[in-house]
């Protein structure tokens, strides 16, 4: 397999930077969004300790999502600044489930958020990226084996924090064990979303970017199937993708009104350093 | 005529004046944040691996850098790359670096930490081993909370990175 050191060797051959730019927009806008619907947690999450670790978190994944942006800047895609607050929304290569707002009402006004979500939402992504930059670390794009292996370091951490709350919520009270169970079955609806690789993934897999969806996915469930072996769970049908596949630019009106709070201050200017 | 390797010298001199702007008593190059420095005529590149990802310190230490290299005498241009091969690892940090740590309150990272598994620090104050980890995530993102139970004291511990 081929392996391409630099931007300007990948720039070289249309059909690898093609999906490549594809992965990367992925990579870093499934992290941008869920980092942003963790911030709005900031100042509502259960206890003072784990307002001061979620937003540690987020902080960190907005880092990684920049990192992403970065690759994509050196390949030509445009400022990592502007490509992470002037696309349009059906230019997000997210996966849904990721854009879906933390629960009723608004941060500002009446924040009926729901911490189950959040858990399982965070501990199920987290592992799937895991798995990911496990898998990038021996990518034919030498700078993204780079940019996984720095992210893994912390993303570590990340796991081992929602993996303690999963594990304690799922085994506390009659009512947390509802909680969860309501929140598992919601986020099982779009799961789909995040493993996929998109129209692309074929390319993607043959020119060793990353590894096939298939191999990902059947490791992704395979982790999850003992995790909930552990907790008495049972693993129903595949996880699905009900509101469609972030990945091919189809997304719900929540993902256009987070872009429009998120990038409110940037669009007015953008020439603005802040 | 100053050879480049006495520039590249004095280079390093004045980069270990250069502060971490959120841990003030440790220089960059103590962190071991540095991986290179080459000077070329009158250019001075200098190849600086970032900590943690989302450390919103980097762009302060890169006009830092800049500042600091440009007071070299021979000096002209200077060019703060951002790189990530090697990755920055704790175990980068010097003898001194982890000396200065703890002269701010903060705990250096355990030098034989097994990535995955619990660790352990000892109290920067008192130096007893009586601790018990508050919280993994702390005020900045290399930092943890811990409790001294023998002083009494809380402390900051920086969180173990190493190569996977």
Known sequence: ?274 | MITSDRLKETVYRELKKVEDPEITSVSILDLGMVDDVIVQEKEAVIQVLPTFSGCPALDLIKKRIEEAALKVGGVETVNVQFVYDPPWTTDRITEEGREQLKQFGIAPPPSDHIDGEPWHVDCPYCGSTYTTMENIFGPTACRSILYCKSCKNPFEAMKPVANL
Not at chain 1, 27 to 52: K, N, Q
Not at chain 1, 99 to 116: M, S
Not at chain 1, 143 to 162: F, I
């Open chain 1, 1 to 274: 397999m081929r392996t391409y050191e630099t931007a300007e060797e990948a720039l070289e051959s249309p059909e690898y930077n093609e999906a490549l730019t594809e992965l990367l927009f992925q990579l870093a806008d499934d992290d941008f969004l869920l980092a942003y619907r963790g911030s709005e947690w900031l100042g509502l999450a259960p206890h003072i300790e784990e307002d001061v670790a979620f937003s540690s978190i987020n902080q960190d994944m907005m880092g990684h999502a920049t990192l992403y942006y970065k690759r994509l800047e050196e390949l030509g895609e445009g400022k990592a600044d502007d490509l992470s607050h002037l696309r349009s929304p059906e230019k997000f290569r997210n996966a849904v489930l990721l854009e879906l707002p933390n629960g009723t009402g608004n941060y500002l006004e009446k924040p009926n958020y729901d911490w189950a979500f959040a858990v399982v939402r965070n501990y199920f992504y987290t592992l799937a990226k895991k798995i990911k930059l496990e898998s990038l670390k021996t990518s034919s794009y030498v700078p993204l084996q780079h940019t996984a292996r720095k992210v893994l370091m912390e993303v570590n951490y990340h796991l081992m924090h929602w993996e303690t709350w999963f594990n304690q919520l799922i085994q506390s009270t009659e009512e947390a064990h509802k909680r969860m169970k309501n929140a598992i079955d919601q986020v099982w609806e779009e799961f789909m979303g995040v493993l996929s690789t998109g129209d692309k993934g074929d390319v993607m897999a043959r020119s060793g970017i990353i590894e096939d969806e298939e191999t990902i996915k059947k490791r992704w469930i395979s982790k999850v199937e003992s995790v909930f072996t552990q907790s008495g769970l049972h693993l129903k049908e595949k996880p699905q993708m009900k509101s469609g596949n972030g990945r091919n630019g189809e997304h719900t009106p929540t993902l256009e009104s987070a872009l429009d709070t998120l990038s409110e201050v940037y669009r007015k200017a953008p020439a603005q350093g802040w």
